[in-house]
């Protein structure tokens, strides 16, 4: 695993925005999964502000994950996150981005639909992702299968309730639906990041735990790609 710190929010995500867009123009094909959450968001907008005609014309994305029960066009929904500022703004056609439907009647093809989907693509290139104050990557909670695809989760207590600064109103929040460890550790290249003290604590262990699956970010410890980067408030070194 690569540590690195960043001086700076801004400093982070434009290094993350960079390694993106290089990538992109060496590999215009690419299959992407982005995160949803506030980790992201600066990271998202200097892509939109940086990226050149022609960079994301074949590029597909998969958005990480979803809140069971929450409609797509819901404020707070995971789409939502990444859909206004990454999605719509590089135009990206709907035949070459994932999005998981929490609405979905049946929870089970829809994870079957998504994993049929990335691997239609022959995978990810690059998974990027936030982390939850009790390790989460996605919503693969603490105990998630490193060998699980998609799949449903039952969300601890910690992610129910941060999980509600995204919604306008209080919001019931009981099951997610995530991408799994195993697409995060298949992906040719894992980034993790993390900005701000809150995230300090769980820095901190994910640097000194054994790898786990009771901490699912210390998957990335087993990844041979993978990258932990973090601003200096939330550096635990
Ligand atoms: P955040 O969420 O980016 O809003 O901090 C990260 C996460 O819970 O995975």
Redesign the pocket.
Known sequence: MNYHVFPTYEALSTHAADFILAYVRNHPQATICV???????LTFQKIVANTQPGDFDQVTFVALDEWVGIAPDNAGSCRS?IDAPLIKPLGISPDRVSFFDGLAPDLEAECQRVNDFIANKGGLDIIM?????NG????NEPGSSFESYAHVSELEEV?AS??Q??FQSETRLTQGITVGLKHFLEAKTAIV????P??KDIIKRVLEEPISESLPATALKLHSNGHLWVDAAADAS
């Open positions: 995160a949803s959450g506030e980790t992201p968001l996150y992702v936030g982390i939850g104050l989460h990557l996605g919503l992610t941060v999980g600064k995204y990041l993390a900005n701000g809150r995230k």
